[in-house]
């Protein structure tokens, strides 16, 4: 009785076994396949698109040759041309004597606006100068604006 007692323990130590092999299995398919199903869901989803800044002229203005000591300002005008709102974040220019003046107000998608450049070169020396700009907000690139021109006073 006690070795057919073991046999039975035996037999039925197989039979869990192969229960967990079965389990475990089970589960390993059961995991394929939801992956599998979420991949196909996830991938018909299109990702959100970030905020993108374009300007609509171009992101370089030349004032030229010009002789008296005036302020020179230039507006480069911009879209959002992308799904989400715009939000500037900050401008870096290249020296104190150029500002810019922005809105920090989120731009929609598909509006327009303007970012006003300021060179103020009263006070140094003739000759050319460049000065740029360096436009920091929520879409995926840094944007340089720049502004030249050659100051010719007048001689007196």
């Not at 006690?2 to 079965?22: C, E, P, T």
């Not at 799904?83 to 922005?102: D, H, N, Y």
């Not at 303007?114 to 700009?133: A, P």
Request: net charge positive; with cysteine; aromatic share 10%.
């Amino acid at each position: 009785m006690l070795k057919s007692n073991y046999s039975l323990l035996r037999h039925s130590s197989a039979v869990v076994g192969l229960f967990r092999l079965g389990f475990a299995a089970s589960l390993i398919i059961l995991a394929t396949l939801l992956t599998a199903s979420c991949r196909r869901q996830g991938g018909s989803v299109p990702a959100p698109v970030a905020a993108e800044i374009s300007f609509l002229s171009e992101t370089e203005h030349d004032f030229g040759e010009y002789s008296t000591q005036d302020t020179l300002v230039h507006y480069f005008v911009y879209k959002n041309t992308g799904r989400t709102p715009l939000v500037i974040q900050k401008i870096e220019t290249s020296c104190g004597c150029t500002r810019a003046t922005f809105s920090k107000k989120p731009l929609a998608p598909g509006g327009t606006d303007s970012i006003r450049v300021t060179y103020d070169g009263n006070g140094f020396s003739q000759g050319h100068f460049i000065k740029g700009c360096d436009v920091y907000s929520n879409a995926d690139t840094v944007v340089h604006l720049r502004i030249r021109g050659y100051y010719l006073p007048l001689d007196l």
